[in-house]
């Protein structure tokens, strides 16, 4: 199995990238700064960034499976996955890869809230999304619209806030909405999920939500 990882380098990416060696797979890692990334040696190293659609052809070259921890890095309007991901997806299909499996949040659909209490759908919808969050949560926006858009096997996997302590092991996930009282989920769990959607099919073509 040959894994093509953009986002490798970050928190969630490099919890990917273990796994996908520890489980035996070929990876190939688009990588900014290749002698800063601890599993640079064990990879097929791309050096470049997603924006670059050469450098995006050459990860996605050969794979069985897409993986995408890309994100905001802050809260300022950066346009990550307006640009890269149809760099993506564009590359994808040129080279006949059919499956992704892609890093999202849960403020990417409107309705992500429906099962919540009042209060807290009210909260995190007016305070958190449309205001704190406000350009991340565009960003996921995009990446929702073009990957139910690509044609492709994808899955969308959309925490609540990820926090780097160790998975639980459990968790809930839901294709209509958060789990009610949903407010955290370890980056290792949502890692595992991940990896778990590499030789599953329920999730082909939706997004998931997945909370603690």
Same mark, same amino acid.
Request: overall charge positive.
């Given at each position: 199995?040959?894994?093509?990882?953009?986002?490798?380098?970050?928190?969630?990416?490099?919890?990917?990238?273990?796994?996908?060696?520890?489980?035996?797979?070929?990876?190939?890692? /688009?990588? =900014?700064?290749?002698?800063?990334? &601890?599993? +640079?040696? !064990?990879?097929?190293? #791309?050096?470049?960034?997603?924006?670059?659609?050469?450098?995006?052809?050459?990860?996605?070259?050969?794979?069985?499976?897409?993986?995408?921890?890309?994100?905001?890095?802050?809260?300022?309007?950066?346009?990550? /996955?307006? =640009?890269?991901?149809?760099?993506? &997806?564009? +590359?994808? !299909?040129?080279?006949? #890869?059919?499956?992704?499996?892609?890093?999202?949040?849960?403020?990417?659909?409107?309705?992500?809230?429906?099962?919540?209490?009042?209060?807290?759908?009210?909260?995190?919808?007016?305070?958190?999304?449309?205001?704190?969050?406000?350009?991340?949560?565009?960003?996921?926006? +995009?990446?929702?619209?073009?990957?139910?858009?690509?044609?492709?096997?994808?899955?969308?996997?959309?925490?609540?806030?990820?926090?780097?302590?160790?998975?639980?092991?459990?968790?809930?996930?839901?294709?209509?909405?958060?789990?009610?009282?949903?407010?955290?989920?370890?980056?290792?769990?949502?890692?595992?999920?991940?990896?778990?959607?590499?030789?599953?099919?329920?999730?082909?073509?939706?997004?998931?939500?997945?909370?603690?």
């Amino acid at each position: 199995m040959k894994i093509a990882i953009f986002g490798a380098s970050g928190a969630t990416g490099t919890l990917l990238t273990e796994r996908s060696l520890a489980a035996g797979y070929e990876v190939a890692a /688009l990588l =900014r700064k290749p002698a800063e990334f &601890v599993y +640079a040696e !064990r990879v097929r190293v #791309v050096e470049g960034n997603a924006f670059d659609a050469e450098a995006v052809r050459r990860t996605v070259e050969g794979a069985d499976v897409v993986l995408s921890a890309l994100g905001a890095r802050s809260l300022r309007k950066e346009d990550v /996955l307006e =640009r890269a991901v149809p760099l993506i &997806v564009d +590359a994808m !299909r040129k080279a006949g #890869v059919r499956r992704i499996i892609a890093l999202g949040s849960a403020g990417a659909l409107s309705d992500s809230m429906k099962k919540q209490p009042v209060w807290r759908r009210w909260f995190v919808q007016k305070m958190v999304y449309n205001t704190f969050l406000k350009w991340p949560v565009a960003s996921q926006v +995009a990446q929702w619209k073009t990957l139910s858009g690509s044609g492709l096997d994808w899955t969308m996997v959309m925490p609540p806030m990820l926090l780097n302590k160790p998975g639980r092991g459990t968790y809930r996930v839901d294709g209509e909405a958060l789990p009610r009282n949903g407010a955290r989920i370890s980056r290792e769990d949502v890692a595992d999920f991940m990896m778990a959607q590499i030789g599953s099919v329920e999730w082909v073509g939706k997004g998931v939500y997945i909370a603690w």
